[in-house]
């Protein structure tokens, strides 16, 4: 008996022991997030066998709404699908690609709006296990590579589009915006009276079955075979309800220190984080809400065999820092190929991106906004410490007299060096304004960074755009 009570006593104390260690406060969730700024988005699903091409037609947009622009029949996308082997598949070099860039987490599509699964799912067959020629999860060895090398994973997931599952929403697009159909007109009418469906196969179930049948128990497999998920990227709130939003959210508890963005569905849900896309927001638009840029390296996200318009690896850096600078984070796009290979221009673009990181990481993990917004010349992040502020300056325009100058710093300096070779700069302070002397010729003509450590914190000014 007396053991029993002592048992008992044991089990009161270490439940709500147990039970408190999994209640993370939202600041504890988002702490790696914050530290990381950058992150990699992978685009991949059946859409990068068509790569842009359908009938031997261009199709316009960007390369994962290839079914819809077009209006791919569903029996016909499905069809086609059979022929998805991505035989190159090596999630090793993906997760090592992305590492090497200096990126700490990646975000892939585990279903896109098209619906396709491309993990193990009890709740469609439309995955890629039973609806390709492939035959295996795609997701299993890249959480494995992303575990082997310390690499965040998150999951993208389409809860409310899904142009395959039938009862899955479908945003309506003008049969014109794909090409140049003949049909156009019977077709336009019929996805404005059909809320956006092509093909009646989609609507066989209610957008409510749709979310108990697919959604749900998908989310739940994600959320429980994967290991740590790290964060959950839900996609495009069309027609979602509170409801259907509800169901999901609660999935997350399968998860305690996931993090999620905003698009579950907008305005009840708003998640962790703010998702401006293909932009990065001007200083005046920031409300302190957590916030990352996703952006595509080219045009697309989903691979498109024609788009070579790729952004260059100096502004992507840029636009890092920029990012940085205003205390976000970066999600930057790769779209893989049917065969499961980074397009080459994405591994260069990576791999210049890494070289740069390599040298000046320190700039952009684990740092601050400016406390002054921008600067015509460059950015800057900052990093707090027990005895006072770390300054990173990013230069993108080197000053053509060698001489930077930042009136804003009033702090004494304690020291200013490159932060690449650690080569010490020389500054001097007259009425107030700090000047740094740089080396004539900029080391890095992409962005050099003058680290400058001062005493105390710095006194932050309101805001400002670039001033130039
Ligand atoms: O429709 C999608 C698009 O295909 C892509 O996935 C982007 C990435 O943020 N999200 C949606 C558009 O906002």
């Given amino acids: 008996m007396k053991k029993t009570i002592a048992v008992l006593i044991l089990l009161l104390i270490i439940i709500p022991v147990v039970c408190a260690q999994k209640v993370l406060t939202r600041d504890q969730r988002m702490q790696w997030w914050r530290e990381a700024r950058f992150g990699m988005f992978i685009h991949w699903g059946v859409y990068s066998l068509p790569a842009g091409t359908w009938d031997g037609r261009q199709i ?65 067959k439309w995955n890629v ?21 310390g690499i965040k994973l998150g999951f993208y997931y389409s809860q409310a ?32 009276e059909h809320n956006g469906h ?6 066989k179930k209610t957008f409510a079955q749709y979310i108990d049948d697919v959604a749900v128990p998908q989310v739940k497999e994600l959320l ?3 290991g740590d998920i790290a964060v959950l990227w839900w996609d495009t709130p069309t027609n979602m309800t509170d409801d259907a939003a509800t169901k999901l959210q609660s999935l997350l508890k399968l998860q305690p220190a996931i993090i999620t963005n905003d698009r579950l569905k907008r305005p009840n849900f708003p ?50 820092l920029d ?73 993108f325009d080197w000053p053509s007299d060698g001489k930077l100058e930042i009136p804003e710093l009033k702090n004494k300096i304690v020291s200013a060096v ?12 007259l009425k107030g304004n700090t000047t740094v002397v740089l080396p004539p010729k900029a080391p890095d003509p992409i962005a050099t960074v003058v680290k400058i450590t001062v005493k105390g914190k710095v006194e932050s000014k309101p805001a400002s755009e670039t001033k130039k």
């Fill in 60 to 124: 316009g947009g960007i390369g994962e709404w290839i079914m819809n622009r077009a209006k791919i029949p569903v029996a016909e996308y499905q069809s086609m699908a059979k022929q998805f082997n991505p035989v190159n598949y090596d999630p090793d070099s993906w997760v090592r690609m992305a590492k090497e860039a200096g990126m700490k987490y990646i975000v892939i599509t585990s279903k896109h709006h098209d619906g396709f699964a491309l993990f193990t799912t009890k709740a469609s």
């Fill in 224 to 226: 429980t075979n994967y």
């Fill in 161 to 192: 589009q899904d142009w395959n599952n039938p009862g899955g929403s479908a945003a309506r697009k003008l049969t014109g915006e794909g090409w140049a159909n003949p049909d156009s007109v019977i077709i336009d009418s019929y996805t404005k």
């Fill in 271 to 320: 998640g962790d984080h703010k998702t401006p896309e293909q932009k990065i927001p001007n200083l005046k638009d920031l409300d302190g809400t957590d916030w990352e840029t996703c952006m595509t390296m080219n045009v697309t996200w989903g691979y498109k065999i024609n788009d070579h318009n790729y952004k260059s690896p100096e502004t992507l850096i840029s636009n890092l």
């Fill in 129 to 149: 296990v039973d609806a390709t020629a492939y035959g295996k999860d795609l997701l299993k060895p890249l959480a494995e590579a992303c575990k082997k090398y």
């Fill in 198 to 203: 092509w093909d009646p196969a989609q609507e």
């Fill in 418 to 429: 490159l932060l690449a070779n650690q080569t010490k700069l020389k500054t001097s302070v």
């Fill in 323 to 395: 990012i940085a600078s205003k205390g976000g984070n970066f999600l930057l796009n790769v779209g893989p190929t049917n065969l499961g290979e980074f397009p080459q221009e994405s591994i260069d673009i990576l791999a210049k991106m890494g070289q740069w990181m390599k040298a000046n990481s320190e700039a952009v993990y684990g740092t601050k906004a400016s406390p002054w917004g921008l600067f015509s010349w460059g950015r800057c992040t900052r990093k707090e410490t027990k005895d006072g502020t770390v300054l990173y300056f990013s230069v």
